[in-house]
């Protein structure tokens, strides 16, 4: 059972893979717009920054799920 | 491993600090308690900062205004001029959750860390998020702004309602927790120096981060609730 609760954790945790996908598509495309567009680099880095904290969330909710299980399993 | 584990999980709960002996007990959990002392340490700056302010700024005048600044112009650039009167409680969250999430520096549990906290907070943004939404189209135009873009997707827009605070609190608690736990790993592979480095980003620049990204979103949010028609 003890296990068991540590492969369900981990499999929670694999969320993170998709959001490091997603930040690092996002930050390769602003990367690029500001090479492209350097006078434009406040207002890339906002929207950066709200595409990056949305995508994160998918992690950090795999994480809490992730502590949740091994918490209340126990 | 398994001393530490248990060590691990315990640091997880909120504790109760003291009880207040009326009514029965009232439990004070000690994310209120570091809560007071950072009242009262902003209480004491405030204070202290706004002693014998001059026309033309000298000294710590400067850096005053220019932080008051900033966070007003912050609010203005995205909810517009009329949004300036959201930015005194604005700036007060983002001061708040700034402060709780870079103490973990200083070996204090951040309140933060507590999920009734950062629940608060989250429930405290929605509702200024629908009040800003109310007071700038009024009850009708409010209720009508869910039947946008077209009828049909009103039931998601109301699940938003309950979505938004969800994610904006389990964001802010995941991402404290998180380096928190990352922080007590490091701590026990390498008891000295290195974790000095980690904690250079996972407590001030993640920190600072999230209370940015926290005050960002609920601006955005508000900005969305003020504008189509």
């Avoid at chain 1, 500001?34 to 995508?55: H, V």
């Avoid at chain 2, 950062?118 to 405290?124: D, F, Q, V, Y």
Wanted: proline content about 4%; aromatic content about 10%; glycine content about 10%.
């Amino acid at each position: 059972m003890e296990a068991l609760i540590a492969v369900g954790a981990g499999i929670a945790v694999l969320t993170g893979a998709g959001a490091g996908i997603g930040i690092g598509i996002a930050t390769s495309k602003a990367a690029e717009a500001i090479a492209r567009q350097p006078e434009a680099k406040g207002d890339i880095n906002k929207a950066l920054l709200l595409g990056c904290a949305l995508a994160e969330a998918t992690a950090i909710y795999g994480f809490v799920i992730a502590v949740l299980i091994i918490l209340f399993l126990k | 491993m398994e001393e530490f584990a248990s060590d691990l999980m315990s640091q997880l709960e909120s504790k109760v600090s003291f009880v207040i002996p009326i009514f029965g007990g009232i439990p004070i959990a000690t994310s209120v308690v570091i809560t007071w002392g950072i009242m009262l340490f902003l209480v004491i700056l405030a204070k202290v900062m706004v002693r014998d302010l001059k026309m033309v700024p000298t000294g710590k005048q400067l850096y005053l205004e220019a932080a008051v600044g900033w966070i007003n112009s912050f609010v203005a650039d995205i909810l517009g001029e009329e949004g300036r009167k959201y930015a005194p409680y604005l700036g007060t969250v983002a001061i708040y959750i700034g402060i709780s999430n870079v103490m973990g520096v200083l070996g204090i549990t951040p309140p933060t860390k507590d999920l009734n906290v950062t629940a608060g907070l989250a429930i405290m943004s929605i509702i200024l998020i629908e009040y800003s939404g109310i007071r700038k189209k009024g009850a009708k135009g409010w209720l009508k702004s869910f039947a946008e873009p077209m009828p049909l997707i009103a039931p998601i827009n109301v699940l938003e309602i309950f979505i938004r605070p969800l994610s904006l609190c389990m964001r802010l608690f995941g991402n404290v927790l998180g380096a928190f736990v990352v922080m007590e790993l490091i701590k026990l592979i390498a008891p000295a120096i290195i974790p000095v480095v980690f904690s250079l980003y996972f407590d001030i620049f993640d920190g600072l981060i999230q209370t940015y990204v926290f005050v960002f979103l609920t601006l955005l949010f508000m900005k969305e609730k003020m504008e189509h028609e």
